[in-house]
Each structure stands twice: as C-alpha cells, then as structure tokens.
C-alpha cells in the first residue's frame, strides 16, 4: 500500500502541469502588460491630478452585494520633500490616487483581489527605491478593508536620505485607520488627459 502511494505521488509530480484557466492568466498578464511586476497595477502611462480636502470626511456604508477599500497614504515615515503621489490599482486598473497623508474609498465587488501602490512619478533621491508594492485579499460583501501606502525615506539630521526610499502596501486594523483617517485630508483623484 505505502509503495503504491509513493508511486502515484512520485507520478503526479512529474505529470505535465494543467494550462492555468483563463482568470488565473489574467493577472500574469496584466503584470507583464504594465511593466511595474504587480497583477494589481494599472498602464505605466497613466497619470493623476490630485487635489486633497482637508475637511472631515468618513468612509460610508458599502452598498448592497458590494465591499469598500479605503486606500491611505502615510507619509510619517518619509524625511524628504517633495512627497511622492502614490497612485492605486486593483486588479489591473487604477483607481485613485492620494498626495501626501490623504485617503479615499471605492465600491468593490466581492472576491479575490489584487491590489497595486505605485510613485506615480519617479522620487528624486539618491540610490535606488522601491516605488511599487503589492497585496491581495478577498473581500466579503458588507466590509471595509483598509489599505495603507507607508511611504518610507528616512533622513539624518543633515536631510540626507540613509535607507533606501520605499512605499509598502499593507492592511490597516479599522481601529488604526479610524485615528489616521481623522488627521488625513480627503484625496480627490482624476486621471490626466
């Protein structure tokens, strides 16, 4: 009996793997067709005007069979000026961008998604930077997911940046972003023409 599981274990790890479905391509191919590595990233040509409102703003209720993804730019963490324009993506398409310690919120479909966090434009600092970050999650109909940008550049007391530049997309506790959302301004994004 073992010798039989061996067998067949042994057989299915060199059996040619099945084609992907055509959903599980998509991603792949949306990374390759942006050129920025990440399923969640939009076009690399596609740029936004942002205009931030410093006024109290709250995140609604999603609607009926929908989610909502608060994305957030924390710029805490970034010594240097000026501070990048971090545009956002979900599933190959962006949508939104935030300047400088700002948030917004779109309506999402429920299941798995893909998101980006891109510098829209490359940030003048010395050495290299890590300008896209990444994640993905499912989300259930009826929540709030949050998303924090944390654009890092930390600086001596000189100005001089001394790690390297970077943004990183990670989930935020909905207590967490409750504090950051009170002292964030409102971003308001349009692609440019």
């Known amino acids: 009996m073992a010798t039989s599981l061996f067998v067949l274990l042994f057989a299915s790890l060199l059996a040619p793997n099945p084609k992907p479905s055509a959903s599980a391509a998509t991603p792949t191919a949306t990374a390759q067709a942006n050129s920025l590595g990440a399923p969640g990233c939009g076009a690399t040509d596609v740029e936004f005007d942002v205009k ?21 730019q924390d710029d805490a963490k970034f010594g240097s000026r000026p501070r990048p324009t971090t545009r956002f993506g979900i599933d190959g398409a962006w949508v939104g961008a935030t300047h400088a310690n700002s948030f ?8 798995e998604h893909h ?4 510098w829209q434009s490359r940030v ?13 999650f ?11 940008a944390r654009d890092i550049a930390i600086t001596d007391h000189s100005g001089a940046v001394v790690s390297e530049p ?6 935020v ?8 959302i009170a002292s964030f301004a409102f971003s308001e994004s349009h692609a440019k023409k």
């Open 115 to 118: 998101l980006c966090a891109n």
């Open 166 to 171: 970077e943004v990183r997309l990670e989930p």
């Open 104 to 111: 917004f919120f779109v309506s999402i479909d429920p299941g």
């Open 138 to 148: 499912a989300a259930e109909v009826g929540n709030v997911y949050y998303f924090r």
């Open 173 to 180: 506790d909905s207590d967490e972003a409750q504090v950051l």
């Open 52 to 72: 931030t409102d410093g006024g109290k703003h709250s995140v609604p209720v999603p609607d009926a069979g929908k989610a909502i993804v608060v994305f957030l």
């Open 124 to 136: 003048i600092l010395t050495g290299p930077s890590r300008a896209t970050s990444a994640a993905h």
